[in-house]
């Protein structure tokens, strides 16, 4: 009999009177010999779909004003604030900066519980995309934090990053010249090497995903939390979307809606950025816009594949109850601490249900309580 309950957690982040985390960790004891029983039968409710964007045939332009949106939702909160402003909405950022910073300040926190000014805390963010949130959550961070942006498939460095490749030389030297100077910067770079969330080499205290985990299958799912475990380090997963009829409805009018806000921004600071930099605006970047508008008013093909692929998204989203299948595969030996929490972004979550879901772990040994 499977006595142990998976608690879902929903944590309001913006009254700081209330506990500020909580965290369950989930006592796999029990249920460890019950899923050597089940073998594979376990019936995964997710679904694998294709998303159109992550097609070959996808026209290269289209995939970049998609990118556009879906990373203007980071970028211009105060465009979803507005939005939200009446329902105590607070930005995805915000709340998984407090989840992060909290992991990161563990790792900071000597045993008087004050914090160690000469530590630091690396985080290695696999499958970045072409960024994704992580340098927007990362100026929520403590300031003691580097983080490296890394994919499989590397498309850093765009005209539009600000973030630096990696100095792989001689790193020690340069990292305390650069630590004066960067201290703000929180030192955020990406690698330009291929780096396999499956076999992570990179030396860091916590590894995280984000918006990426539903795009792998169960057993490249189960990889990724194996090869933590192997190289014992911690790792934080984080979820956007939600595999529920609430979550699919509501990005039925979110979704094209975000699409249709953001584009007119967008287009807004490209042109500013390229008066800042003193370039012209030549043809080429004037068709681009013109072609950007027509794609997302005209012939609305922009909102379209977002509100598609959103929707897949969020039907290929693992469960709660998922995660923790996947946490019994992974972690055989139990040799971890995991915890499955759901972050809310509004104070009102009936009206936004899609919660931000977190799968984390950390090497039992490790700062145990």
């Known amino acids: 009999v499977d006595t142990t309950s998976l608690c879902h957690h929903h944590h309001h982040h913006h009254h700081p009177s209330q506990s500020s985390i909580t965290v369950t960790i989930i006592d796999q004891s029990q249920q460890a010999n019950d899923s050597v029983m089940k073998g594979d039968e376990f019936a995964w409710r997710r679904w694998h779909l294709v998303e159109l964007h992550d097609l070959q045939w996808f026209p290269v332009f289209l995939r970049r004003y998609l990118t556009d949106v879906l990373v203007a939702g980071w970028e211009f909160p105060v465009l979803t604030a507005l939005l939200v402003r009446m329902v105590g909405f607070v930005p995805p950022c915000r709340v998984v900066g407090r989840h992060l910073s909290d992991m990161a300040n563990q790792l900071l926190v000597d045993d008087d519980g004050k914090i160690e000014q000469d530590k630091r805390v690396r985080i290695v963010d696999l499958c970045s995309g072409s960024g994704g949130p992580l340098p927007f959550v990362s100026s929520f961070l403590p300031e003691q934090t ?6 499989k498939f590397p498309s850093f460095g765009g005209a539009d990053s600000d973030v630096p490749p990696i100095d792989e030389s001689n790193e020690n030297n340069e990292n305390n010249e650069k630590k004066e100077q960067h201290d703000e910067d929180r030192q955020i770079a990406y690698m330009p090497r291929s780096v396999d969330a499956m076999a992570c080499r990179l030396d860091c205290d916590i590894r995280t ?17 194996k090869d933590a475990v192997r190289n014992q380090q911690r790792i934080a997963i984080y ?25 007119p921004l967008i287009v807004f600071r490209q042109v500013r950025r390229r008066i800042a930099k003193g370039q012209a605006c030549n043809a080429a970047f004037l068709f681009d816009i013109v072609r950007r508008l027509f794609f997302t008013f005209v012939v609305p093909i922009v909102p379209l594949v977002i509100w598609l692929d959103g929707t897949v998204s969020h039907l290929r989203t693992y469960s709660p109850a998922e995660l923790l299948e996947l946490v019994r595969r992974a972690d055989r030996r139990q040799q971890y601490d995991w915890a499955i929490e759901q972050l809310d972004i509004l104070d009102y979550p009936f009206l936004y249900p899609v919660p931000i879901t977190v799968l984390s772990g950390r090497p039992k040994w490790k700062g145990a309580e």
């Open 209 to 225: 995903l984000f918006a990426s985990f539903h795009h792998f299958t169960p057993d490249q799912a189960t990889g990724i939390l």
């Open 146 to 151: 580097s983080v490296l942006l890394t994919d």
């Open 239 to 263: 979820e956007f979307t939600y595999n529920s009829i609430g979550a699919v409805l509501v990005g039925l009018v979110v979704l094209p809606l975000v699409a249709l806000l953001s584009t």
